[in-house]
């Protein structure tokens, strides 16, 4: 059976909301998810998962406790499963994330920037 080809960048096309990944694809239990960010995210961590940050088009900063990383287009970084860690882009940056289904973006916390999970584009 042939499966419909996703088109990333287009995919981006269809939101703008900021902090809000949707879900293009999924592959086993993991979801493919896409988000566009701005600013500060919270600090918060995944007690029971890492979590895969895939830059698609711009820049942004994972800040942990004990430091950060800058990714650039093209970039990709594992947090691992409880690092505590707050997201950054101080313009508009597009990634990409893939987590196990149900996954949270918020971690274990409730907040504005909760986003309602498994919602597909």
Same mark, same amino acid.
């Given at each position: 059976?042939?499966?419909?080809? +996703?088109? #990333?960048?287009?995919?981006? !096309?269809?939101? /703008?909301?900021?902090? *809000? ?32 940050? +895939?830059? #698609?088009?711009?820049?942004? !900063?994972?800040? /942990?406790?004990?430091? *950060? ?53």
């Amino acid at each position: 059976m042939v499966q419909k080809k +996703i088109n #990333i960048k287009k995919k981006f !096309k269809d939101f /703008f909301e900021h902090w *809000s990944p949707k879900i293009i694809a999924e592959m086993n239990d993991y979801q493919f998810k896409l988000a566009r960010v701005k600013g500060d995210f919270i600090w918060h961590s995944h007690d029971d998962t890492d979590e895969v940050f +895939i830059v #698609i088009e711009g820049t942004m !900063k994972i800040e /942990f406790r004990d430091g *950060s990383i800058e990714l650039k287009e093209g970039e990709m970084y594992v947090v691992p499963k409880g690092t505590e860690h707050r997201p950054h882009a101080n313009e508009e940056c597009k990634i990409m994330l893939v987590e196990p289904r149900g996954v949270v973006n918020t971690g274990e916390l409730t907040t504005e920037l909760t986003a309602e999970n498994d919602v597909w584009l």
